[in-house]
């Protein structure tokens, strides 16, 4: 008896003593901080790693479509009329960037490489081929005039050739021509007057089987949240396009990967070249994508806010005090003098007067945001989609009748849509690692539930003994009388 009662109350010994150590472990964060731990160590760019494999060569396939815009009213458009275009679209193409010559310095605490990246045309993912055609603004047209109309006398060769040539401000080309490019006769004219000019253009000439530069980055080794980052891009630690040092900063990685263990409240930063400059990105809400849950990054408006809401911007007015409305930036510093204008889609995001600047806007946050989809414990990116539109500045510019009586105003060109989506591979071991976490990081709940469990049998077994005895003290007085 006296052993089966040390029994009972050495299951409601061991009960407490497991809700206390479950109670202990949860609100010490015990093994939440374990796991962190183990991914922090193991998310690190270095041979053998499955993070740098990843990183080396992204496993998700990677998309890149056009969509461009067709306009249709180029005559009225020179007689001062708001520009109408039609979205033509997608031309989708398959890209792979490998990371190329990859190389470790300093005791593998950074490396060095080029991203290297291809792209292959799709037609079964695109509306037609590349040889369709579309009218868009001249662009190497505008670039030189613009260039020149502050020199009245190559001003007036130039408009002189242009006439004779019947060039115009606007041109129709075959969507290949404007991407990967095509010879120009004006810039070819150019070219005898100076040798180095290239007398090719295309929006991505010299883009295809290309990199765009040498990139330093961080491997981790050091610290995790320096894991991917940009040290150096082309040799140098900042830019020098812009007119401020906050401006001219190269900040976060190159947008393709990510530290693990991510805060919601965490800003995350990357650099991106297409832009010229670093931006940031905000967490905007939880999202699920293939059963991984991830946190949803965005670009808030303020990154590319006009410097009267974002007085941090001054500094991407160029020249200094030539600022933009908001939503749009003037990238011709770091395109060659190219009258070039980028924004998101739609002009997304951007005032109101460059929507209604052009007949055919209709900006859809859906379609037109630029959006990182990260799993939170392991940095990995599990869907992705960077949106942006390139856009010519147009102006009437005196000496060249070619510009007619054209409003000053923003012509969307193309906007592309860069995405990519976990493959099932990579999905099925990223569902494996948050399996496994979860069932870690709940070890001190089932102590509790086990205790729990535990201290019911516990009851239970307390109340069947005090029964017996309750009834035989009962029955004695019976067998006394």
């Not at 981790?220 to 812009?242: C, K, M």
Request: proline share 6%; with cysteine; charged share 15%.
């Amino acid at each position: 008896m006296q052993l089966k009662s040390c029994c009972i109350y050495s299951i409601g010994v061991f009960s407490i003593l497991l809700l206390i150590s479950g109670i202990v472990l949860v609100l010490s964060n015990v093994f939440p901080l374990l796991t962190q731990s183990l991914v922090e160590k193991e998310v690190v760019l270095k041979n053998g790693t499955e993070a740098f494999e990843a990183w080396k060569n992204p496993p998700a396939p990677i998309y890149m479509q056009f969509y461009f815009f067709n306009l249709t009213n180029p005559l009225e458009v020179l007689d001062g009329d708001r520009p109408a275009v039609v979205e033509i679209g997608p031309y989708t193409y398959r890209e792979y960037r490998p990371m190329e010559q990859v190389d470790f310095q300093d005791n593998g605490t950074k490396v060095a490489a080029v991203n290297t990246k291809t792209y292959i045309f799709q037609p079964n993912m695109s509306r037609g081929p590349e040889s369709e055609l579309i009218r868009t603004v001249n662009i190497p047209a505008m670039t030189v005039m613009e260039q020149f109309k502050d020199q009245p006398l190559i001003a007036n060769l130039i408009a002189a050739y242009m006439r004779s040539a019947d060039e115009g401000l606007f041109s129709t080309h075959t969507v290949g021509e404007l991407l990967w490019g095509y010879e120009d006769a004006l810039l070819k004219a150019l070219k005898t007057l100076k040798p180095d000019l290239d007398d090719v253009f295309g929006l991505f000439h010299k883009n295809n089987g290309s990199n765009d530069g040498q990139y330093v980055f961080f491997t981790g080794h050091q610290s995790y949240q320096d894991f991917a980052r940009v040290d150096t891009w082309n040799g140098d630690r900042s830019l020098s396009w812009w007119t401020s040092d906050e401006c001219n900063m190269i900040n976060g990685t190159n947008g393709a990967s990510f530290h693990p263990v991510i805060a919601k409240n965490e800003t995350l930063y990357m650099f991106s070249s297409d832009l010229c400059r670093s931006l940031y990105a905000v967490y905007e809400e939880d999202v699920t994508v293939k059963g991984i849950p991830a946190y949803r990054f965005s670009p808030p408006s303020d990154v590319f806010a006009n410097h009267t809401v974002n007085p941090a911007n001054a500094g991407f007015c160029v020249p200094i005090g030539n600022c933009l409305g908001s939503g749009v930036l003037n990238v011709s510093p770091c395109k060659q003098g190219a009258p070039i204008v980028m924004s998101s889609p739609h002009f997304y995001q951007a005032d109101e007067k460059y929507v209604q600047g052009v007949f055919g806007m209709r900006p859809q946050k859906e379609q037109h945001q630029t959006v990182i989809d990260i799993n939170p414990f392991t940095g990995i990116i599990v869907q992705a989609a960077k949106r942006l539109q390139i856009n010519v500045f147009v102006e009437k510019i005196p000496g060249f009748s070619e510009t007619g009586n054209a409003r000053t105003v923003l012509i969307p060109v193309v906007y592309l849509n860069e995405s990519a989506l976990i493959d099932d591979a990579s999905a099925a071991k990223l569902h494996k690692i948050i399996v496994q976490q979860n069932v870690v990081v709940n070890i001190p709940f089932l102590f509790i539930g086990l205790a729990i469990i535990l201290g019911g049998v516990f009851m239970f077994l307390m109340c069947r003994q005090k029964v017996p005895e309750s009834s035989a003290a009962e029955r004695q007085p019976l067998l006394s009388s």
